[in-house]
Nanobody, 126 residues
């Protein structure tokens, strides 16, 4: 089990950038695949991006590919989401998630992740 705390959300104009951070505490962070999900009001939680335990593999939703970059620093027990070219439709609460048993073909399934942060709000204004 790891405890996850997101930070870095805020209000930004369309076209701007934000970098989200997720700090992990507890054992085995470096063994965990990590992911970012987001949930807009009235919508289902959706996959944004994921990264393998060693950072060698990354995965992205089509809607953010080329604009968002996920990275991790196992020495700092942290995972990041750099968001560039933000659009109003990126407005959502962003959640960090992690699990030690994620397969490549299930990285986008929220049900596969056991550990979740509390979320951080990202609002993109036009």
């Amino acid at each position: 089990q790891v405890q996850l705390v997101e930070s870095g959300g805020g209000l930004v104009q369309a076209g701007g950038s934000l970098k989200l951070s997720c700090a992990a505490s507890g054992r085995s962070f470096s063994d965990y695949a990590m992911a970012w999900f987001r949930q807009a009001p009235g919508k289902e939680r959706e996959f944004v991006g994921a990264i393998s335990w060693d950072g060698s593999d990354t995965y992205y939703a089509d809607s953010v590919k080329g604009r968002f970059t996920i990275s991790r620093d196992n020495a700092k027990n942290s995972v990041y989401l750099q968001m560039n070219g933000l659009k109003t439709e990126d407005t959502a609460v962003y959640f960090c998630a992690g699990d030690g048993a994620i397969l490549a073909d299930t990285v986008g399934d929220a049900n596969e992740y056991e550990n979740w942060g509390q979320g951080t709000q990202v609002t993109v204004s036009s």
